[in-house]
């Protein structure tokens, strides 16, 4: 039987050499006092004392720079459990876990944020309208969506260079969510690994999307 990707990144093999191969970026970014393009964007819509969770946290080291800049509460969950246990350890004022998006273990309406850490190109296609409903249920009504991705053109499919059979899909995943009149776009930043704005080729562009959730204006209301 062929493992599905999410398999592969939770039984100990993908998701832990994941961590291992970029651990030294992570150490890099400890205490950095500049936040990342995407962490600027979404501090703009964190207030002091919200509950924040980053979905494919890793170890914690940017949603504690997220912490640090807004004074939110942090919890973190990610398919590595090498990766929870060194960040448990580095950032005891986050609330960290192994988990996955298709099934968050925390109660409905927990968040005032939700962000998706750079992890929807990995996940399985066939579980992604239930992140999509586990993600709607979580985040309170007035909440945040952040997505950080790729921002393709048009969806591509190609191989996943550490790992025969899996596969990255880079789509325009903000669109997973204002399907529902309830969920709106309000702000976009391109950007690249290269640095800030525009990228020409379209498989390099990223983008860092923050969402609104309001279920009470996403229907015109007629006599």
Do not use: W
Not at 157 to 171: L, M, V
Not at 178 to 201: K, L, M, W, Y
Request: proline content about 5%.
């Amino acid at each position: 039987m062929q493992s599905t990707q999410k398999s592969v990144f939770t039984s100990g093999q993908e998701g832990d050499r994941y961590f291992s191969r970029n651990e030294g970026v992570y150490a890099a970014m400890v205490d950095a006092d500049e936040l990342s393009i995407p962490n600027s964007v979404y501090a703009s819509y964190i207030r002091a004392g919200d509950a924040v969770l980053e979905i494919g946290s890793s170890s914690g080291t940017n949603l504690d720079a997220l912490r640090r800049a807004t004074d939110c509460a942090g919890y973190g969950i990610d398919p590595s459990a090498k990766a929870i246990s060194s960040g448990s350890a580095l950032y005891p004022g986050l609330n960290l876990s192994v988990g996955t998006a298709d099934k968050l273990e925390f109660p409905d309406q927990s968040f005032d944020f939700i962000l998706f850490g750079f992890c929807l190109y990995l996940i399985d296609r066939d579980l992604l309208s239930r992140v999509v409903a586990e993600a709607d249920r979580c985040l309170k009504d007035g909440g945040f969506v952040g997505i950080t991705d790729f921002a393709p053109d048009v969806p591509t499919k190609r191989p996943y260079a550490h790992r025969s059979g899996i596969f990255t899909h880079k789509y325009q995943y903000e669109r997973m969510f204002t399907a529902f009149p309830h969920f709106s776009i309000v702000e976009n930043r391109p950007f690249s690994h290269s640095g800030p704005g525009f990228h020409p080729d379209p498989q390099e562009r990223l983008i860092a999307t923050v969402i609104h959730k309001n279920l009470a204006g996403g229907y015109q209301l007629l006599a």
